[in-house]
């Protein structure tokens, strides 16, 4: 795929959705975002002591006031098909915030060489 810039993948990916989408915080007055975090990267494959493809680890935070399992299964859905691959998923309450949170994990495999 040659190199991607990840952060705007996701956010064009998840643009139709039309919530805000953040990278590390949201400082907006909407009930319901999306924040991801770039929590990790590393070498997946090596040749000639060159790095060829790297791996790379997101958290995405769906925050809402009210009902959003619809609005995480389209997220969750968007990623996976451009090419995220979910790792893990869970749901809380955020009682200081007053607002529901579902915690999504993906990698995403990035071909650094293409020869």
């Given at each position: 795929m040659g190199n991607v810039n990840l952060d705007k993948l996701?956010?064009?990916?998840?643009?139709?959705?039309?919530?805000?989408?953040?990278?590390?915080?949201?400082?907006?007055?909407?009930?319901?975002?999306i924040i991801f975090t770039e929590y990790n990267q590393a070498p997946k494959m090596t040749a000639d002591d060159q790095e060829v493809i790297t791996k790379y680890f997101f958290q995405l935070d769906v925050f809402s006031e009210g009902n959003?399992?619809?609005?995480?299964?389209?997220?969750?859905?968007?990623?996976?098909?451009?090419?995220?691959?979910?790792?893990?998923?869970?749901?809380?309450?955020?009682?200081?915030?007053?607002?529901?949170?579902?915690?999504?994990?993906?990698?995403?495999?990035n071909n650094i060489r293409s020869d």
């Open positions: 996701i956010r064009d990916t998840l643009e139709p959705l039309n919530i805000p989408v953040a990278k590390l915080r949201y400082s907006g007055k909407a009930d319901t975002y959003f399992t619809d609005l995480v299964n389209e997220t969750r859905a968007r990623l996976e098909n451009v090419g995220f691959k979910r790792m893990f998923e869970s749901e809380t309450y955020d009682e200081d915030m007053n607002m529901y949170r579902s915690i999504m994990r993906f990698n995403f495999e």
